[in-house]
């Protein structure tokens, strides 16, 4: 367990869902986390190629208090029968990174990259927050590290 703590954001304290399934509507979220307060904002990204959801969301409550009272009471709620999964959007403090890492290894999704690591050992937020030289890419990209190539 990290030390890691909510940070606010611009519009207000953030909640991240996941485990959504693909069925799921903005007026779904919205009415399931309307119960503990109102909702400032509420992006939910939609698959460009099939147009359905990504089976995550972003919303915002105005008070930390309304989001921890959300975080806590929907954690683990089933959401059109399918259990989903809420936290912090936005935290700060040290280990973030690794925390991450460590859900996707536990989860066996693919184990984060050496620059990602790099991420862990200097306390950056994302890769880009690296110095340059720090910065490794691996596989076809590596002649191209900003990501950008032709054919």
């Not at 503990?36 to 147009?51: D, E, F, I, K």
């Not at 880009?128 to 190539?149: H, I, M, S, T, W």
Request: proline content about 5%; some cysteine; charged content about 25%.
């Amino acid at each position: 367990m990290t030390t890691s703590r909510p940070a606010k954001s611009r519009e207000g304290w953030g909640v991240f869902v996941s485990g959504l399934c693909e069925e799921v509507e903005e007026d779904d979220v919205e009415e399931a986390f309307a119960c503990h307060g109102t909702v400032t904002s509420l992006s939910l990204p939609l698959n460009r190629m099939t147009g359905n959801i990504k089976g995550y969301c972003m919303l915002e409550y105005s008070s930390r208090e309304e989001a921890t009272a959300a975080i806590k009471s929907m954690d683990g709620a089933k959401l059109r029968g399918q259990a989903i999964f809420v936290s912090w959007l936005v935290q700060d403090g040290p280990g973030i990174l690794e925390e991450a890492a460590t859900k996707a290894s536990e989860t066996c999704l693919k184990a984060p990259g050496p620059a990602v690591g790099a991420a862990c050992m200097t306390g950056a937020q994302t890769v880009r927050d690296l110095p340059r030289q720090n910065r490794k890419v691996e596989g076809p990209r590596a002649a191209y590290p900003d990501g950008f190539y032709s054919r």
